[in-house]
């Protein structure tokens, strides 16, 4: 017999099963979050149900479900297949409940409409965030992701937020979680028996309620950077040597000096700079109305020229 609970989920996080599938070939990894980290923060939090979102991929969820069945010490974690999916213009898609993996690189539209042939359900990600935001066509998800503990400009979220009162658009709260510590930063509830159906159809009704809504640290946003960028330093030299061999030297040894110190003063403020400058450029598309077209070019130089703009 299933009972009802008030249950606690986790719907936004990855795992090292996210590598290699962004559309990025000169910084392929994005997480290094193993399976066992992942069972035991999501134990570490109590949560109930654990949604794997991985980029453009359901592996990472096979993974988990074919661990836990070796390891009864996870029992009470009821792992669910989802996927983050990348559209043509690099908006993300969080397609929740599907049994299939959703090609990248499709339109918007037609990725939503994968979602529902497959009985699923989406939400837009971060949907105004300074990259990989689909922006005012979140209205066509499912739900919309309200807040993001990765958007550090606020802004981001604000806007997201006043969005989804404005279109009454059900919403959740995202830990999107890259490193161990971040798993759980955002906790979700609903009242459902705790199976995949029962779930699915809670998400479908707007039942789910944010509980928990905490911003990531400085600390670990460069964490997760130190990570990626050490895991792709050769790949990044490689780059560097056949497109700006004038500038490789320099790479080289910028890129050494971090991965092999993080914590000097010089990376520290360099990294503050670029938390300010990402801040600012936020600022100026989401609350002044810059053309927020400036994101999806994704050029560094015209992000921060635009940003030191007074």
């Not at 074919?66 to 397609?95: D, L, M």
């Not at 409940?97 to 990248?104: E, Q, S, V, Y």
């Not at 300010?276 to 989401?286: E, G, P």
């Amino acid at each position: 017999m299933y009972t009802t609970d008030t249950l606690r989920a986790e719907l936004h996080c990855h795992n090292n099963y996210s590598n290699y599938r962004s559309t990025s070939s000169r910084i392929p990894f994005d997480c290094g979050v193993s399976v066992q980290d992942q069972f035991e923060a999501a134990l570490r939090n109590a949560v109930d149900i654990l949604f794997v979102t991985n980029h453009n991929t359901l592996d990472g969820y096979n993974q988990m479900v074919e661990y836990q069945q070796n390891h009864c010490k996870y029992g009470s974690i009821k792992v669910y297949p989802a996927e983050e999916v990348t559209i043509n213009n690099q908006g993300h898609v969080i397609a929740f409940g599907i049994n299939k993996d959703i090609r990248p690189g499709m339109t918007l539209e037609e990725t939503l409409d994968e979602v529902k042939r497959q009985n699923a359900v989406s939400c837009a990600a971060h949907p105004f965030a300074v990259s990989n935001g689909i922006r005012e066509k979140a209205v066509m998800c499912d739900m919309i992701e309200s807040f993001n503990s990765n958007n550090l400009d606020h802004f981001s979220n604000i806007v997201a937020d006043s969005f989804a009162i404005k279109n009454k658009l059900a919403t959740i709260a995202g830990s999107d979680s890259h490193i161990k510590s971040t798993l759980g930063r955002c906790i979700n509830t609903v009242e459902v028996e705790n199976n995949l159906d029962s779930v699915m159809q809670g998400m479908k009704h707007g039942k789910f309620k944010i509980e928990k809504a905490d911003y990531v640290t400085k600390r670990e946003v460069f964490e997760h950077a130190h990570y990626v960028l050490s895991c792709s330093n050769n790949l990044l030299l490689d780059y560097f040597l056949e497109h700006h061999p004038h500038f490789f030297r320099a790479a080289k040894w910028g890129l050494n000096s971090y991965i092999s110190n993080p914590d000097k003063k010089l990376w520290s403020a360099l990294g503050g700079l670029g938390l300010y400058l990402t801040k600012r450029a936020s600022k100026k598309v989401n609350i002044k109305g810059y053309d927020p077209h400036v994101f999806e070019q994704r050029s560094w130089r015209t992000l921060i020229s635009m940003s030191l703009v007074p």
